[in-house]
């Protein structure tokens, strides 16, 4: 009787756990993680864009060589990437040191990940520029009618500290092109100048990572956090905020209509689209 009863119990309890796992996606969703975007059809064949990524792979502190694997939070990416595909956009991806581009394991987990992660790992040809992405330092940046920078935290460790992707933006912006990034990708945009030297962005409404979120996520070690920095350089910071702010979403765009940046991986779809919006207007 007894055995019986535990074996029953156990049963349950696995029966539990496995529709547990089943249904978490969907729960996370529904709470607002990688929402589904209803957006706009778009052609803009013989535009370029470009995806810039972190090379950084490790969550550590300053000074350390070891910690937790990090990287690229992959949706920043893919999502992106193929809103501008599906738009006959060419699509080039970049990173930092160049090579194969660290992906953060956690956001390609079957938790986590997006229905564009699950399309772009299929995509030999995808794949091929995420293992060989380009060296910023090889790119010539005034090519690109949009210049995106994804995040993850790895982002935290490089982006902001580049001096080559600063002198990138600022060449990309000089020759028309339309900016993005989203979550920690904004860190990119803190240290590019205008022609007289001053700080591109200073004094634009722009969004990423709230510094809630860093503190709910207890992801504090890594050396810059895109609201305090971003209010460092001046920017004008918008962001919205929920129970958790891994599930809120804000995208916004400047006065000037030349950046476009998102609150977080919850951003990627919505923030391409707004690119591209802005384009075909123009065009």
Known sequence: MYKSTVVR???????????????????????????D?????????????????????????????SGKPSGLAS?????????????????????????????????????IRSSSDKRFYKDAKAI??????????????????IVFLSGGWGAAYDLGFSEVLASGISEAYDAGSIIGAICHGPLGLIN?????????????KMT???????????????????????????????????FRDLFANHVVVDNEKRFVTGQNQNSGHETAQMIMKIIENKS
């Open 9 to 35: 119990t156990l049963l349950a309890l696995t029966s539990l756990a496995v529709i547990t796992i089943i249904i978490m996606p969907f729960i996370l969703k529904s709470l607002g993680l990688h929402p």
């Open 37 to 65: 975007y209803d957006g706009m059809t778009f052609n803009l064949e013989g535009k370029k864009a470009l995806i810039v990524s972190t090379s950084h792979g490790v969550l550590n502190y300053p000074g350390e060589v």
């Open 75 to 111: 949706s920043e990416l893919t999502a992106p990437y193929y809103e501008f595909i599906d738009a006959n956009i060419k699509v080039d991806i970049a990173s930092i040191k160049g090579g194969k581009i660290p992906v953060d394991p956690t956001t390609t987990s079957y938790f």
């Open 128 to 145: 091929g520029k995420l293992n060989n992405s380009m060296n910023v330092e090889e790119v010539n940046f005034k090519e690109y009618d």
């Open 192 to 204: 590019a100048k205008d022609k007289n030297g001053n700080i591109l962005i200073a004094n634009r």
């Open 208 to 242: 990423g990572v709230t510094d809630k979120q860093v503190k709910e996520l207890g992801i504090q070690m890594t050396p810059q956090h895109p609201e305090e920095e971003l209010k460092k350089a001046g920017v004008i910071f918008e962001a919205k905020t929920g």
